[in-house]
């Protein structure tokens, strides 16, 4: 069965080559772009993902209350501490 599936995606990929090296210059270029676009796709959904996790992180950092705010600048508690000497 799985031979079957390999098979018939090769003869898929060798089909596209095939039309692609039928086609002009323009639209050979045309075909690229797309086909990069379309390859691009998980991609960019991965980008979105880790993008949305972020802000959210974001958003729960902001919204803590264990800080101080002075206009739009918050400052953790924790940054209140004085330093230790290194020596």
Not at 30 to 54: E, K, Q, W, Y
Not at 67 to 82: A, E, H, I, L, M
Request: glycine fraction near 6%; proline fraction near 5%.
């Amino acid at each position: 069965m799985i031979e079957k599936v390999l098979a018939g995606a090769m003869l898929a990929v060798c089909v596209v080559m095939l039309l692609r090296l039928c086609l002009g210059f323009r639209a050979r270029l045309r075909f690229d772009d797309a086909m990069r676009s379309i390859a691009r796709l998980p991609m960019l959904a991965v980008h979105r993902v880790r993008a949305n996790r972020g802000a959210a992180e974001a958003i729960r950092r902001a919204k803590a209350t264990d800080g101080d705010w002075q206009g739009n600048v918050y400052t953790p508690k924790s940054f209140n501490k004085r330093p230790r000497k290194p020596h």
